[in-house]
């Protein structure tokens, strides 16, 4: 299950340097790379939001491992 969590996190890490192009520049690189709200750029943001609350199990994840 490693390699999910890494996966899942390289991508929100993806989505979040997009956000960041976003507030900044205003330049939204998914959107400028597969089109603007085509399919496959539509599946992109719902695989990276889909990633982020997946890893919200992250946070009991750590809590059970420090203990």
Known sequence: MKWFDNTALTLVIIGAVN???VGI???DLVAF???NLSWLS???YTLVGLCGLYLISLYG???NDSE
């Open 19 to 21: 956000w960041l192009l």
């Open 25 to 27: 520049f205003r330049f």
């Open 33 to 35: 790379l597969f089109g």
């Open 42 to 44: 539509r599946i992109i």
């Open 61 to 63: 994840r750590i809590n």
